[in-house]
């Protein structure tokens, strides 16, 4: 077996020095009953290029986003990420290392997480931030746990155009903590009026930025009403790279950011590994959750990192903690710093651009089709448009087309009535011919509908 | 010995700070410029914006390198590492073994790495078929019949076991009554953080003189109050809990559930599956027993096996074979149970996913239960071999890792940390040291299977000169250690009192301190 080092003549040997005669001794402490004689039913060992052949077959049943045509986003987006960030990322010395733990020898992990956490105060506008978090939708859940902590309120009232799974996320952590949760109702592109739903029990309120369906507006003014009834308002940002562009939360207002920084460094995955994004204001620091990775100096005076403020977490204050959270995305936030770092503020300027110039682009093809009508007023690279036939149905035919064409929003919203909905992305990965393609595909696919 | 005894010498001062292969690495903040960038973008065409009054007045202040700069960087950085590619990292509880280079690789096929996690079902069937055999692999060696696969790291798939076992208490109709986890107090602190966070009360049970689990003191807290217990076996001492089949038979006929912490499922996987010892959920940390690399903190991956009595209650989504192909249960409306909720967005992590396969297909049955006999061999040649001069404070066989207390330390003026030091300047990542809690000055050394003898031999044989430069009263060589490292010790006290946790430039920084 290519990865045991140890050989029969070691066994043996390693044995007669312990005492015992055979392997089964050391396993004296396990009941009998539970005792295995043999293996397990399951396939013996395989060579590595046995192996290959049985993933190979698999992966190649997958329709690949850089094959075709695609436009899909919802929390999820293609860019393109620079051949060194997973050169980086790949070092023995980032990819086989823990926690850093013992910070002497741990300081390459520790000084990234610090500008990791530095980029993120930039991006979002918040003075402080933590080294990550599973995802988004992860981090949304323990920002609205945050802000019960603070108020001591247990009721958080939620946009209806928050991602559905991250509202999940919420409302599971809600059920099973004995929480509250309040929404209006669903709306493709109505405005809603989130501030009379608060009441006095109200820790929080939380919406997306751009929101599910795309749309971006100024919460400037819903900040001041939310902080004037003594809640914070959770500003959930799904695609980091809009912040190249938009103006950031922390400026409009927000108390807490969280965000899913897949875009910068990360591929698409199927859904993970992904970074998430935490952020706050300075007053709420003792209640984060999570690793927080802080300056300090050696014995020698020279500067030097470690992880701090550790008295938050679930290895010191065990139920007291303020999350169990305790393994993070340290690898992703690593790509997201090097793809950030490789950026700088002018790229990412340039590369928000790119992206949003091509979903207008796109925009504009699309509501030139008879039947489609682009229902987002104003959005970054995403926008949902209403189909004259079911999405669900349409995006099947544009798959049949080899072209990738959004994700239903019934697929993820099943009772909100928008089954004809379709959110469509376009980012920087899109050529000017992908465009046109799925322009041309949309309309066929459209014809044999209405025929 | 006096030759023996270490010089304190001052390393060579150089002009640059840089001392050889070691060099020294400003911040991306103090190299970097906004208007430098590593990425060549094409022009961006003329549009008429729709970004409403959202459009910010300038470009992020952040600075960026161009490709050879922030590959200087980086390497740089990462030399400041240690790693289990460089050298032994004994931590123990951590299983930190060998991450091989095909799951790596397998990982990045377009096939898994490039594909939506919301695009048509039809397109992504390969990608379905691996989460299904993966869940196949992890139920038949847990002999467990479902798994909720996307838990995202160990302390999120307790989070949905005990989840499970609180929506199994609700449909009993019993939550308002069974309000106490049982959690004994060798726990690793995300069992209490995690049932507290589910609104349960934590009652800690004692051990016994045995490093286990204290069997009356566990039968005298049963009652019908109980929800569950949350054990870890092999436990934190690397000990196996010998009752574990009498625990599981008395908790269940209280009406509670087993809620088994799986963070060292690497000692037994093979030879011992946890459905026969009467556990309802166990997580599965794929980035311990199955190979997925550490990341220097994650990403991890927790699949979290479930019995019978729990299966119902799995979250979503979870993949389904039918004839037609596989299909996602995405929704509470499409399933045929009574799933609790969602843990995540999507399906969980898919590049875990691949890798852990990889690694199981690469062992096979025969490999994986040879793989739980060499991490126990490993532990326990450890053990023998350090037993004579170091304390251990429970009698062996361990299970994959070997604990000692610093009882061997006494009247030395060298305690577990200044040991730890040291070992630094040898060479080694030290073992977990304080942890578990119930043995004082704890070191719980776990070497995993992927270590040669050779390897281990060079380690005990350091450990021992160590412990004898100790107790030969060569104090410096511990309390100033390490020495040799990138840093000497790191000011932890000043961190915590005066937070720094991100870069400022020296005005901002001028005008915080006014």
């Given at each position: 077996m290519r990865y045991l080092p140890l050989t029969p003549t070691d066994r043996g040997a390693m044995l007669s020095r312990i005492g015992v005669n055979t392997i089964d001794d050391l396993f004296i402490d396990v009941p009998e009953a539970a005792r295995l004689d043999g293996p397990i039913n399951l396939p013996p060992h395989q060579s590595e290029m046995q192996v290959e052949r049985d993933l190979f077959a698999m992966a190649a049943q997958n329709k690949t986003a850089s094959t075709v045509p695609f436009f899909c986003g919802a929390g999820a987006y293609k860019h393109h990420v620079p051949a060194s960030v997973d050169h980086i990322i790949q070092r023995s010395e980032f990819l086989t290392s823990y926690t850093p733990y013992q910070p002497e020898i741990t300081q390459g992990t520790l000084q990234y997480l610090f500008e990791f956490q530095t980029q993120v105060c930039e991006l979002t506008g918040m003075p402080v931030a933590n080294a990550s978090m599973y995802d988004g939708s992860t981090a949304t859940g323990e920002a609205v746990l945050m802000a019960h902590r603070i108020t001591r309120k247990k009721r958080a009232v939620i946009s209806a155009r928050l991602h559905p799974h991250y509202r999940g996320v919420i409302d599971n952590l809600s059920d099973m903590g004995g929480f509250d949760v309040a929404s209006p109702a669903d709306s493709v592109n109505g405005v809603e009026d989130l501030i009379a739903l608060i009441d006095e029990d109200t820790s929080s309120v939380v919406v997306q930025y751009p929101d599910f369906f795309g749309n971006i507006m100024d919460y400037s003014t819903i900040a001041r009403e939310v902080q004037s009834r003594g809640c914070l308002l959770i500003v959930v940002v799904p695609e980091i790279i809009s912040l190249g562009l938009l103006k950031r939360p922390g400026d409009m207002g927000a108390d807490i950011v969280t965000g899913e920084g897949?875009?910068?460094?990360?591929?698409?995955?199927f859904g993970g590994p992904y970074v998430g994004l935490f952020a706050a204001k300075e007053k709420y620091l003792r209640q984060m959750p999570g690793r927080l990775c802080g300056e300090t100096v050696d014995a020698d005076g020279k500067r030097g990192f470690v992880l701090t403020l550790s008295t938050r977490e679930q290895h010191i204050r065990r139920d007291k903690a303020t999350s169990n959270i305790c393994t993070n995305s340290g690898l992703c936030s690593l790509a997201f710093t090097a793809h950030m770092t490789l950026l700088g503020g002018q790229g990412l300027r340039h590369l928000a651009a790119l992206n949003h110039a091509r979903a207008v682009h796109l925009a504009d093809k699309l509501e030139g089709i008879a039947g489609v009508e682009v229902v987002t007023p104003a959005f970054f690279n995403e926008f949902a448009i209403r189909l004259p036939a079911p999405a669900e149905q349409i995006v099947e035919a544009l798959a049949e087309k080899s072209v990738l064409g959004g994700v239903p929003v019934s697929r993820l919203m099943p009772d909100s009535d928008m089954d004809d909905v379709l959110l469509v992305a376009a980012t920087e990965a899109n050529t000017e011919a992908d465009l046109e393609i799925y322009e041309t595909a949309l309309r066929d696919v459209l014809k044999g509908v209405s025929a | 010995m006096n030759e023996m005894t270490p010089m304190k010498q001052d390393r060579k001062q150089t002009f640059t700070g840089h001392q050889a292969l070691i060099l020294e690495e400003k911040l991306i903040f103090e190299i970097g410029s906004a208007d430098k960038s590593g990425v060549d973008l094409e022009p961006v065409p003329e549009v008429n914006t729709r970004l409403g009054d959202c459009m910010a007045p300038a470009k992020p202040d952040l600075p960026g390198l161009s490709e050879p700069e922030a590959l200087r960087h980086f390497v740089r950085l990462s030399q400041k590492n240690h790693s289990i590619d460089a050298g032994l990292y004994p931590l123990g509880s951590c299983t930190m073994k060998h991450n091989p280079r095909l799951n790596e690789k397998m990982a990045r096929l377009p096939g898994f790495s490039d594909i939506h996690p919301l695009q048509p079902v039809s397109t992504v069937q390969g990608a379905l078929e691996l989460m299904d055999e993966l869940a196949h692999w992890l139920k038949t060696l847990t002999n467990m019949p479902a798994v909720a696969l996307s838990p995202k790291a160990g302390a999120h798939g307790e989070l949905c076991g005990m989840m499970a076992i609180r929506a199994a208490i609700e449909a009993r109709g019993e939550l308002e009554t069974r309000r106490r986890v049982l959690v004994p107090e060798s726990a690793h602190g995300t069992n209490p953080a995690t049932a507290a966070l589910l609104g349960f009360k934590v009652d800690e049970i004692p051990a016994n003189a045995d490093g286990r689990v204290d069997l009356a003191a566990f039968k005298d807290k049963l009652g019908d109050d109980v929800a569950a217990i949350m054990l870890t076996n092999p436990n934190t001492c690397g000990l196996f809990e010998r009752d574990i089949i009498e625990i599981a038979d008395a908790l269940h006929e209280a009406g509670g559930y087993f809620y088994c912490d799986g963070a060292n499922f690497n000692a037994i996987v093979?030879?011992?599956?946890?459905?026969d010892l009467g556990i309802d959920a166990m997580h599965i940390n794929l980035h311990k027993t199955f190979s997925t690399p550490h990341g220097g903190g994650g990403p991890g991956s927790g699949p979290t096996v479930l019995s019978d009595r729990l299966e119902a209650f799995a979250p979503l989504p979870y993949v389904v074979a039918g004839e037609n192909g596989f299909d996602l249960i995405e929704l509470e409306a499409q399933s045929a149970n009574q799933p609790f909720g969602r843990m995540v967005a999507f399906h969980g992590q898919m590049g875990m996913f691949v890798r852990a396969l990889s690694y199981m297909k690469s062992h096979g049955s025969d490999g994986l239960r040879q793989v739980a006999e060499d991490a126990v061999l490993n532990a326990n040649y450890v053990l023998a071999s350090l037993q004579d001069v170091m304390t251990a404070p429970f009698a062996g066989p361990c299970m994959h890792e070997a604990l000692f207390d610093d009882g061997f330390l006494k009247g030395t003026g060298v305690e577990t940390l200044d040991f730890a030091k040291a070992m630094i300047d040898e060479g080694y990542h030290p073992m977990t040291m304080y942890f578990p809690l119930v043995v004082h000055g704890a070191m719980l050394i776990e070497p995993t299977e992927t270590e040669s003898r050779d390897t281990l031999d060079l380690f005990i044989a350091t450990l021992r000169d160590l412990v004898r430069s100790a107790n030969a009263g060569e104090t410096e060589r511990f309390t100033n250690a390490p020495e040799l490292a990138p840093r000497s010790r790191l000011d932890e006290t000043r961190a915590a009192r005066q937070p720094i946790l991100r870069w400022q430039a020296a005005e901002e920084t001028a005008q915080a301190a006014e």
């Open positions: 897949q875009s910068l460094g990360n591929g698409l995955n | 093979g030879r011992v599956r946890p459905g």
